[in-house]
Nanobody, 113 residues
Framework: QVQLVESGGGSVQPGGSLRLSCDVSGIEFSRYRAGWHRQSPGQQREMVADILANGGTIYSDSVKGRFTISRDNAKNTLYLQMNDLKPDDTAVYYC???????WGQGTPVTVSS
């Protein structure tokens, strides 16, 4: 059974940083594309960043230059380093594995002064 468990969310002031983690189990993580999506209240879920099995990365324009996605295949873990956070980044962040529609349960991020 594939499981994705996010951690690292919280509250931060504008300009601050957070690092999200997603622990993946039950599958050979290194073989699959993975990514982070987010959903704000009343909004559709949107892609934030993806990382391919070969390490290539894709970012949404809204986070390019501020967020960095990475993976540690030895630890079966996906990361999202978020710097220079803005109030518009407030959302629930979900980890996704591009296999069988696998999603984590989400971790909330609030950016507010």
């Amino acid at each position: 059974q594939v499981q994705l468990v996010e951690s690292g969310g919280g509250s931060v002031q504008p300009g601050g940083s957070l690092r999200l983690s997603c622990d993946v189990s039950g599958i050979e993580f290194s073989r699959y594309r993975a990514g982070w999506h987010r959903q704000s209240p009343g909004q559709q879920r949107e892609m934030v960043a993806d990382i391919l099995a070969n390490g290539g990365t894709i970012y949404s324009d809204s986070v390019k230059g501020r967020f960095t996605i990475s993976r540690d295949n030895a630890k079966n873990t996906l990361y999202l380093q978020m710097n220079d956070l803005k109030p518009d980044d407030t959302a629930v962040y979900y980890c996704r594995l591009y296999w069988g529609g696998s999603w984590g349960q989400g971790t909330p991020v609030t950016v507010s002064s």
